[in-house]
């Protein structure tokens, strides 16, 4: 009798789930079984990004969560693959077959090989890096991945002058002011100029992104975080709107897109949803960081999905009404109690936070739409 009310009581469940979901526009989500992966994420690929290694509560968590999708770097190493750059088949594979066997699929790589200083910053050498770049992004589609989140910042990547600042209810962001950046001095590399990032970045493009269109490969420039001017000498072009509308006409292409980064958008000053439509409608968001932030490009804090200055609805529902169904990830999320602030930005409860918020706007907005 037991097991024939279980019986009864999934069927129902079941048959409930199939009528509130109604007739399905298009394949359902590859992220989950449920008849409502549509409505839930409305068709966008949710991911979590995993850079300190194959974290096993982090997984646990992604498949709890049912965001299937890995995103990170190439480091087949712990893998046992040592006979093998990053960029070569072998390693990515590796990588890829992982993921897979704890039950992800690797989605976008972020922070790819092969792009350092020499090619950044001009420099003798840099030829060798771009072929290996290249020789990455053939070896890549080979494996099925199709996107690469990259940046143009050498030297001095992603800066915050603090990583603990106290937020709402005691939990810990990361946060940035000019004024407390303690080494002013220039690095080893010396003064550059703005036009002299320019020009470099065209060369890179002009050389990669035939390649990247040829195979089926998206390249997603992130922009320049924090956005300021300069920071010890090194000039940071990536800083607003109309610098990315610039880029993606240096090399026109389908491939060459943008990593959406809305907290950085925002420190800029630039209005969200007006980004999100220009960028969108001509195809060029490849990649998304959801995420939200307080003060501008000298003096910031990052927040809560829901405890920043973004109207986060209208954000999520601009993505959607533009037909982005892309790879999209929440990013630099407080560190909450119970959590370790080991890797500031990327505490697993912050991240438990961020993407029910994430999946509920989308359920909101999709369920407008049918």
């Known amino acids: 009798m037991k097991n024939s009310r279980r019986h009864f009581l999934k069927n129902s469940a079941s048959?409930?789930?199939?009528?509130?979901?109604?007739?399905?526009?298009?394949?359902?989500?590859?992220?989950?079984?449920?008849?409502?992966?549509?409505?839930?994420?409305?068709?966008?690929?949710?991911?979590?990004?995993?850079?300190?290694?194959?974290?096993?509560?982090?997984?646990?968590?992604?498949?709890?969560?049912?965001v299937l999708n890995a995103v990170g770097g190439i480091n087949a190493?712990?893998?046992?693959?040592?006979?093998?750059?990053?960029?070569?088949?072998?390693?990515?594979?590796?990588?890829?077959e992982a993921w897979a066997k704890e039950g992800l699929t690797f989605k976008v790589v972020e922070g790819p090989p092969a792009l350092y200083e020499k090619t950044k910053l001009g420099l003798p050498g840099r030829d060798e890096e771009i072929d290996n770049f290249i020789l990455f992004i053939r070896n890549l589609a080979k494996t099925g991945i199709d996107t690469i989140c990259y940046n143009w910042m050498p030297v001095i990547s992603w800066a915050r002058t603090s990583l603990d600042r106290p937020s709402r209810g005691g939990a810990l962001v990361s946060a940035f002011d000019i004024d407390n950046i303690k080494d002013n001095s220039l690095t080893t590399f010396g003064a550059f100029t703005k036009d002299a990032m320019w020009k470099n970045l065209e060369y890179f493009l002009k050389a990669?992104?035939?390649?990247?269109?040829?195979?089926?490969?998206?390249?997603?420039?992130?922009?320049?975080?924090?956005?300021?001017?300069?920071?010890?000498?090194?000039?940071?072009?990536?800083?607003?709107?109309?610098?990315?509308?610039?880029?993606?006409?240096l090399v026109p292409s389908p491939?060459?897109?943008?990593?959406?980064?809305?907290?950085?958008?925002?420190?800029?000053?630039?209005?969200?949803?007006s980004v999100i439509n220009y960028f969108g409608k001509r195809g060029k968001i490849h990649f998304v960081h959801f995420r939200d932030v307080r003060g501008d490009r000298n003096h910031f804090e990052e927040t809560f999905h829901d405890d920043g200055k973004t109207n986060m609805y209208e954000a999520m529902k601009t993505y959607y009404d533009i037909g982005f169904r892309g790879p999209?990830?929440?990013?630099?999320v407080p560190t909450m109690a119970g959590d370790s602030n080991e890797h500031p930005g990327y505490s697993n409860i912050g991240v438990l936070f961020a993407i029910g918020y994430m999946r509920g706007l989308l359920e909101a907005i999709a369920r407008q739409h049918r």
Not at 77 to 96: F, S
């Open 208 to 249: 990669v992104v035939p390649e990247a269109e040829k195979n089926g490969i998206k390249l997603a420039l992130h922009p320049d975080d924090p956005p300021v001017d300069a920071i010890r000498g090194i000039p940071r072009i990536m800083t607003s709107a109309d610098a990315f509308k610039r880029m993606i006409e």
């Open 255 to 273: 491939s060459n897109g943008i990593t959406l980064c809305q907290g950085t958008f925002a420190t800029m000053g630039e209005d969200i949803p």
């Open 77 to 96: 190493r712990p893998l046992g693959i040592t006979d093998a750059q990053p960029w070569e088949y072998k390693a990515i594979m590796a990588v890829k």
């Open 328 to 332: 999209m990830r929440p990013d630099h």
């Open 15 to 66: 048959a409930a789930a199939l009528s509130l979901a109604g007739p399905q526009p298009g394949a359902l989500s590859q992220q989950t079984s449920s008849p409502l992966a549509y409505v839930k994420d409305g068709g966008m690929q949710l991911c979590l990004a995993h850079f300190y290694g194959m974290d096993k509560r982090r997984i646990e968590l992604s498949k709890q969560l049912q």
